[in-house]
């Protein structure tokens, strides 16, 4: 039973487009929601993260979207390039874990063109 | 700082055998964790350890065990392999949560395993 469900599984975006990834929880005990990047052959690596006292969080090109009562997330990522060709997975975690405890999304495979 | 660093990084292993994963990481965390992610099902917490001897149970612990008898060093132990534990492992490290503000944790280069 995946308690973070992920979307699309796969995109493909024109080089200078927006890439729009969504999730959405289950758990109302969530409230930590990371998003991690992983290029091929890499471990997963932090890309940008949001708790639910805030609606938005942008960094550079990166905005996380978060909707509480909707129990959705998504990434944005604005004016995409060739180098954001890679996998992103949402993940969320419970309070009481204090983000250590993460229940990740199935994963979204971004590819770029240019 | 090399970081998370795993061995070995690729592995095949016959049905029954038996196997140990390696993770270092020197960057002084506190919390480890190892997962497992297969296509389509994102990663999945296996065992994690909140510190120097100690160990606990994630989302799908079944048929692994670990150590932690150092704090850089956190092992997965695989007692009888089977076809369904063929997957790719990642190794992750975290300090102590609620200390950091991103709560990031840093992953391996990950563990390729195919078991026949």
């Known amino acids: 039973q995946q308690q973070v469900k992920q979307s699309p599984q796969s995109l493909i975006v024109q080089k200078g487009g927006i890439s729009i990834i969504n999730c959405a929880y289950e758990n109302t005990a969530f409230d930590y929601f990371p998003w991690y990047q992983q290029f091929p052959g890499k471990g997963p690596a932090l890309l940008i993260a949001?708790?639910?006292?805030?609606s938005e969080k942008k960094e550079g090109r990166f905005t996380i979207s978060f909707n509480k009562s909707a129990k959705q997330f998504s990434l944005h990522i604005m004016d995409s390039q060739p180098g954001d060709s890679a996998t992103y997975f949402c993940a969320a975690a419970p309070e009481e874990t204090s983000g250590s405890r993460l229940t990740f999304g199935e994963g979204t495979q971004l590819t770029v063109n240019p | 700082n090399a970081g998370v660093t795993q061995t070995p990084k690729f592995r095949v292993l016959k049905t029954g055998q038996s196997m140990t994963l390696l993770c270092a990481q020197d960057?002084?965390?506190?919390?480890m964790y190892w997962y497992r992610q297969d296509p389509g099902m994102g990663l999945r917490l296996i065992h994690y350890s909140v510190g120097e001897g100690t160990t606990a149970k994630g989302e799908v612990p079944d048929g692994y065990n670990v150590s932690r008898l150092k704090k850089q060093n956190f092992l997965l132990g695989l007692e009888s392999a089977a076809p369904s534990q063929t997957s790719v492992y990642f190794c992750?490290?975290?300090?102590?949560?609620?200390?950091?503000?991103?709560?990031?944790?840093?992953f391996g280069p990950g563990t390729r395993l195919t078991v026949l």
């Open positions: 949001i708790r639910p006292d805030v």
């Open positions: 960057m002084n965390h506190e919390y």
């Open positions: 992750a490290s975290s300090t102590m949560p609620g200390l950091s503000p991103r709560d990031t944790q840093y």
